[in-house]
DNA sequence: TTCTGTTTTAAACGTACGTTTGAAACCTCT
DNA sequence: AGAGGTTTCAAACGTACGTTTAAAACAGAA
């Protein structure tokens, strides 16, 4: 079933330590010692660290991408009559996933997703943007129609400072669980996470436009 | 006035550069060259480049966090009556600053909050929780009393929610900033940014909770 | 002025990085 | 079995980094 490849191995190995490092801090030195193969296995298949990173990128968001277009078809004609509950159950849904497999790999896409906004790489955000501004642009368009009392640039404001509320929190998940446990002792699970994330994000989504 | 002494030259040229390209990403010929000094003025006057970075956050946080707190003092017997809004306008106003160059400085606070959130620097972060938690304790604990029908485990949680926002977006505010010039023509001011922030941050703050 | 401690300087050190190389190993056809 | 193309490998390359060094420059007190 799995290939297990060199080029995947290389790929599984980089995403998690990336995801625990950061970039510049993640040598291919570790890269491909965790991956079993040999240091010049990364030049060789994917001919530079930076296309490398791209790569895991890639490797994430193309199903994540594809998946939401597809559901985003299926709304059809019915575009007009879209909530944001409904918009936002879908992000949550494709991106959390089901079994614990997924989630704990559902913390690793979101961690690279905040080092990729915080890090200054910057052919990654040109990667994103060449790619996947189509996607963003269509689902801010469905926003708006969703909450058509709150003005456009207002919902992509919004939207980010939303994207911000997950991606931080999640990308630091597995301190601030620590954290949590050790004040509170409740153990938290993603899903119980993004349970209590939700209301946040939609009641923000939601405030009255305009009064001060 | 300003003494602009070696150390001080380094701290204003590294916590430029740093706020730019991130901790890794800034090397020390890059700030020595940026302030006027020589090479080795870091490892003679701070010791090592950790030491820098730790030094440039302090700068940053010790006076705010001062200020925070001389602020929360005054309250002195109206703790129990605080409300949300007075609580984050504090933070905001103190956060922001009132002139251009105080608000330019405050982006790089915030960019470099970011970083030190995302990048993986646990000496950083040991730093911060040594020596500010007690203070984001005491703040958390006047936020229970702004919002007694909100579990305090429910608000530990949205103030990471809300500090998500507000240093996400702010972090990649100048990049942000052009986007939203390009897509709706708006030029977007730093307080026309917060402005438009927290009224998402308080309605977040105020979702019902326990309504799913 | 001379002495003493501090600061600055140019140069070098050792290390670790991403990348390149050329030969060996491997695979797949005929 | 052997040729040809692909992949792996150990080794090395050149570069850039953080840090150290030892001498020079500077400062203030005696």
Redesign the interface.
């Known amino acids: 079933m799995t290939h297990h490849d060199t080029a995947t191995k290389l790929l599984d190995a980089a995403e998690q330590l990336f995801a625990?490092?950061?970039f510049?801090?993640t040598t291919l030195r570790a890269i491909t010692q965790k991956a079993g193969v040999n240091l010049a296995a990364v030049n060789y298949h994917f001919g530079s660290k930076e296309a490398l990173i791209q790569a895991v990128f890639q490797r994430f968001m193309d199903p994540f991408s594809e998946a939401i277009t597809k559901q985003l078809d299926q709304l059809g004609e019915h575009e007009e009559m879209v909530t944001l509950e409904w918009l936002l159950g879908v992000l949550v849904a494709l991106a959390i996933g089901n079994t614990e497999k997924e989630q704990e790999r559902a913390l690793i896409f979101f961690r690279l997703a905040?080092?990729a906004?915080?890090?200054?790489q910057d052919h990654l955000?040109r990667f994103f943007k060449q790619r996947y501004a189509a996607l963003f642009e269509r689902y801010l368009r469905l926003l708006c129609n969703a909450l058509p009392e709150i003005p456009?640039?207002?919902l992509?404001?919004?939207s980010?400072?939303?994207?911000?509320?997950?991606?931080?929190?999640l990308?630091?998940f597995t301190?601030?669980q620590q954290i949590?446990q050790q004040?509170?002792g409740?153990p938290l699970g993603l899903d119980k996470?993004v349970?209590?994330?939700l209301?946040?994000?939609?009641?923000?989504?939601?405030?009255?436009?305009g009064?001060?």
């Open positions: 625990e490092q950061g510049a801090e905040g080092l906004y915080t890090q200054s955000r456009p640039t207002e992509f404001l919004r980010h400072f939303a994207l911000g509320s997950v991606i931080f929190t990308q630091g301190s601030m949590s004040d509170f409740n996470v349970e209590r994330l209301p946040f994000v939609v009641a923000g989504f939601r405030a009255p436009y009064a001060s």
